[in-house]
């Protein structure tokens, strides 16, 4: 996260288990409310972030309330749905100072369009979009400066690569005990995106947005 100081509030949409939440409150001093739709990970994230100065919120991103310093969202944008877009970054832009940043970490797509491949949307993101280039812009026009835009996607198939390798490793060690359709399901999901990353048809972008442009210009965090 950019600039990311003791003190700062910190919004993270989307939090999932709770992981940057204990990192930016641990390492950097944050003070960090976390929010996420899911039960499972609520209870997850606050049992991590126990004794640190973090807030996990169950509940759905458009209920919450108060300014910050800095916005994070990983992993959740793909989830939001087109409909929503313009909301997503109308809410963004509210909860921001004047002088915050807002990162915004996703996978997108390569042209513009209503759902994933139809096996994708069955067996492991239903509902999920890839937002294209176009729609980042068009639904974050006239409310943010783009400070930043990082394609990372040219690497992210060795990561999916890693991963299938350690679920692999998992299964043939019995660390799982998961039947073989739902093994081949996850072999399938991992190995079929790694390759949809290799041939450059999707990526991986991260976005630093700020509401009314740095004073002398972004300079990224390296």
């Not at 048809?201 to 390296?222: D, E, K, T």
């Amino acid at each position: 996260m950019p600039g990311l100081t003791a003190g700062m509030r910190v919004l993270d949409v989307g939090c999932g288990w709770g992981a940057f939440a204990a990192h930016a409150a641990r390492i950097h001093g944050a003070r960090v409310t976390g929010v996420t739709l899911s039960r499972d990970q609520a209870l997850k994230a606050v049992s991590r972030t126990r004794g640190l100065d973090v807030e996990i919120i169950n509940d759905d991103y458009r209920h919450v309330v108060g300014t910050f310093d800095r916005v994070v969202s990983v992993g959740m944008f793909e989830h939001v749905g087109p409909k929503n877009y313009r909301t997503f970054f109308t809410k963004l832009r509210r909860w921001l100072t004047t002088n915050g940043l807002a990162l915004l970490h996703c996978i997108g797509g390569s042209r513009s369009g209503p759902h994933l491949d139809a096996w994708m949307d069955a067996y492991v993101f239903p509902g999920a979009v890839l937002p294209s280039a176009a729609q980042v812009t068009g639904a974050s026009e006239g409310l943010f400066v783009i400070e930043d835009w990082h394609n990372f996607g040219a690497d992210y198939d060795r990561t999916l690569c890693a991963w299938h390798e350690n679920l692999a490793r998992a299964f043939r060690d019995e660390l799982l005990h998961e039947p073989e359709h739902v093994r081949r399901t996850w072999r399938y999901y991992l190995l079929t995106c790694a390759g949809v990353f290799r041939a450059r048809a999707a990526q991986l972008w991260q976005i630093v947005l700020s509401p009314q442009g740095v004073p002398g210009g972004y300079r990224r965090v390296c």
